[in-house]
């Protein structure tokens, strides 16, 4: 009798955004080499209910929003939290070592790599999305509004920084997604990585019916300061007034306030700002189809799903260049990558809106790009490389 698929188990903690997109999409095409179930504890994202998917929840009522007494203890609140994942992930690794031939290992919401990877006695690949990067960039990225509340938390991130490092340098392979992210991950851990670019799915992505665009400005990312949106809004407001376009913000989770921040920034620079969130891919779909441009001007992302998606729909992207976007975005080929300045993202924005041509030359470019080297399946089938060379 032939041998059955060997039995791959996923595990993931990821909350909405790029991440969990990742995850999902590769699900379908390692079902199709593995017998894949997928572990995943209660909170995190759900993934896709798929034909030859096994799904695993594990119950982890720390992993809910804080509520009542346990924000009152704060930093103790989120101490506690991490040591139940830490006995949690020992939990799951235990039926993994018992069921699994290899184990694929996606980020946590709590700390960027799960402690699950310590507990492993089975081959692991850790697919690292993004590091603690409140840690190791925190001027970039910050999780606290004041000095003093960043005071009380230093033991939290002594904690988490010990925690990721110890389960980060347990993986036996580690992948990254771009290849600035490679040299971020080789200066932290000391790591050599493999890259797995991830792509998005074209045939869902993809330019609408030929017609007139609505032509506002897009800019697609979690409602975060480093997201860049407070750069793209003022590269909107530099235009000139009889040719300043309408600005759409879409977003699915939110920095306390910053919302507030970002619409009293627009009323003050006269641009008329429209903030979505929660809305269906759908939605989105239309909006990059329709958009006059695109604009990415996060703050060293790791890699940058956004400007593949608004590629593969079509839509002129602009793209600071830094982080992971130079490994999807060629300038002047399928987009503009301009540096981190304010005048010159608006005068690429500016380019773009006022020459149409160049803007439909642009999208055709992202397309071709997207559809030849950016799919699900050329990722997937990179990913599969890695998995199968555990065994060798």
């Not at 709590?110 to 081959?123: I, S």
């Not at 990067?133 to 033991?155: D, M």
Request: aromatic fraction near 8%; charge should be positive; proline fraction near 7%.
């Amino acid at each position: 009798m032939a041998a059955g698929p060997e039995p791959l188990s996923i595990f993931h903690n990821l909350p909405s955004g790029g991440g969990a997109r990742v995850m999902s999409d590769m699900m379908g095409p390692l079902s199709r080499e593995f017998a894949v179930t997928v572990h995943f504890p209660e909170g995190s994202r759900e993934p896709p209910d798929l034909p030859g998917v096994t799904l695993r929840r594990w119950p982890f009522r720390a992993g809910g929003r804080m509520r009542g007494a346990a924000r009152l203890f704060g930093p103790l609140a989120l101490m506690a939290r991490l040591q139940s994942l830490d006995r949690l992930c020992r939990r799951i690794a235990q039926e993994m070592n018992r069921n699994s031939g290899a184990v694929l290992v996606h980020n946590s919401m709590f700390v960027a790599a799960p402690p699950l990877l310590k507990y492993l006695e089975v081959p692991s690949v850790y697919f690292c999305f993004e590091y603690p990067r409140h840690i190791y960039e925190p001027l970039v990225v910050r999780r606290t509004v004041g000095w003093f509340r960043h005071f009380l938390l230093a033991g939290l991130r002594s904690m988490e920084k010990r925690m990721d490092r110890s389960a980060a340098m347990a993986a036996d392979r580690t992948v990254a997604l771009s290849s600035w992210m490679a040299g971020r991950l080789a200066d932290i851990y000391g790591l050599e990585l493999s890259i797995v670019r991830p792509g998005v799915n074209t045939g869902f992505f993809s330019p609408g019916e030929p017609g007139p665009v609505d032509g506002h400005v897009l800019s697609v990312g979690a409602l975060w300061p480093f997201k860049g949106h407070d750069m793209a809004l003022e590269a909107v407001a530099a235009l000139p007034a009889d040719r300043k376009p309408r600005m759409v913000v879409v977003a699915d989770r939110e920095y306390p306030g910053y919302r507030r921040r970002l619409s009293a920034a627009a009323n003050g620079l006269g641009v008329d700002l429209e903030v979505l969130t929660g809305i269906s891919d759908l939605r989105l779909r239309d909006l990059y189809r329709r958009a006059g441009a695109v604009l990415c001007c996060q703050r060293n992302e790791p890699y940058g799903l956004v400007p593949l998606e608004a590629m593969a729909c079509g839509a002129p992207v602009i793209a600071v260049d830094e982080g992971g976007f130079p490994d999807n975005v060629r300038d002047g080929v399928n987009g503009l990558l301009v540096r981190r300045d304010l005048e010159a993202v608006s005068r690429a924005l500016d380019r773009v809106l006022k020459d149409r041509e160049l803007a439909r030359r642009l999208g055709r470019g992202g397309r071709d790009f997207v559809t030849g080297e950016r799919t699900r399946k050329a990722a997937a089938d990179d990913l599969i490389g890695v998995l199968k060379k555990l065994s060798t």
